[in-house]
């Protein structure tokens, strides 16, 4: 039993309610297991995926309206999506890359740990509207840094929780407006499930935020101007306002980055 051989085994499970079982159940134990930061895996095609929710384009993405018990649905399961891809994104971190600290290692665990719970929530919530994961149509486009950056864990650290995830602490607060504006019970509990998910958030970005320092500081290089670089270089998604500083303050990010943010 060690720590990030159990990572990889829980990465290739298929199905979303096993693997977020398992994935919680190691980070509880985490502490009472080895890790060997220099243990190299030989890498799977990606990560273990349910035959649903079918994957298309981002913008052939049906856009339905949240005032319907379908469309709330529709947009919690959305959700759910970047959740189950978070859970994959955090174990990938934790396999993937060796030669770390023994710190990062348990970090991402603790970090799917904490997305698996984010999951199991919406997918209860998805149940008790009449509905699962895998009911509608979802995309890939969160995996497609996570393949670009699979030979630097720099650049993984640098795009991935500092800027996917951070999009996640600009767009949870907009969501939890809407859907105050709602008259059904489902939505007071959606709101309440979304105000864990940007909590622990905070703290996932933070951990990005750590470990892009301490990797910048280990190579000599700047680490704005590299993150610039590699945004450019791994495509990443542009972002745009509507920001929340005070999370992303929460989260490590600089007065200089964040007032380098595009109006």
């Given at each position: 039993?060690?720590?990030?051989?159990?990572?990889?085994?829980?990465?290739?499970?298929?199905?979303?309610?096993?693997?977020?079982?398992v994935v919680r159940t190691l980070a509880a134990e985490a502490a009472s297991l080895a890790c060997n930061a220099a243990a190299a895996f030989d890498a799977p095609a990606g990560p273990g995926r349910p035959d649903r929710p079918p994957l298309i384009?981002?913008?052939?993405?049906?856009?339905?309206?949240?005032?319907t018990v379908a469309g709330h649905a529709a947009l919690m399961h959305s959700i759910a999506h970047i959740e189950f891809n978070a859970i994959n994104l955090a174990l990938d971190a934790a396999w993937r890359f060796d030669g770390l600290p023994e710190a990062?290692?348990?970090?991402?665990?603790?970090?799917?740990?904490?997305?698996?719970?984010?999951?199991?929530?919406l997918q209860a919530h998805?149940?008790?509207?009449?509905?699962?994961?895998?009911?509608?149509?979802?995309?890939?486009?969160?995996?497609?840094?996570?393949?670009?950056?699979?030979?630097?864990?720099l650049a993984r650290m640098a795009l991935v929780p500092r800027t996917l995830e951070a999009r996640g602490l600009d767009a949870t607060?907009?969501?939890q407006a809407?859907?105050?504006?709602?008259p059904y019970v489902h939505a007071r509990e959606a709101v309440l499930i979304l105000d864990r998910i940007l909590a622990d958030e905070v703290g996932h970005v933070a951990i990005g935020n750590h470990?892009?320092?301490?990797?910048?500081?280990?190579?000599g290089v700047e680490a704005e101007a590299y993150y610039r670089e590699a945004a450019r270089l791994h495509k990443a998604p542009t972002l745009k306002p509507p920001f929340n500083l005070a999370a992303r303050r929460a989260a490590g990010f600089s007065e200089a980055e964040l007032a380098a943010l595009p109006l």
């Open positions: 039993m060690e720590l990030r051989a159990q990572a990889l085994a829980a990465f290739t499970l298929a199905d979303p309610a096993q693997k977020a079982a384009h981002p913008r052939a993405v049906p856009k339905r309206s949240p005032h990062y290692y348990r970090d991402w665990i603790e970090v799917a740990g904490e997305e698996a719970l984010h999951f199991s929530l998805l149940q008790g509207l009449g509905f699962a994961y895998g009911d509608f149509d979802a995309h890939d486009g969160l995996w497609t840094i996570c393949v670009s950056t699979e030979g630097d864990v607060p907009l969501i809407k859907l105050r504006n709602l470990w892009f320092h301490y990797l910048c500081d280990e190579r």
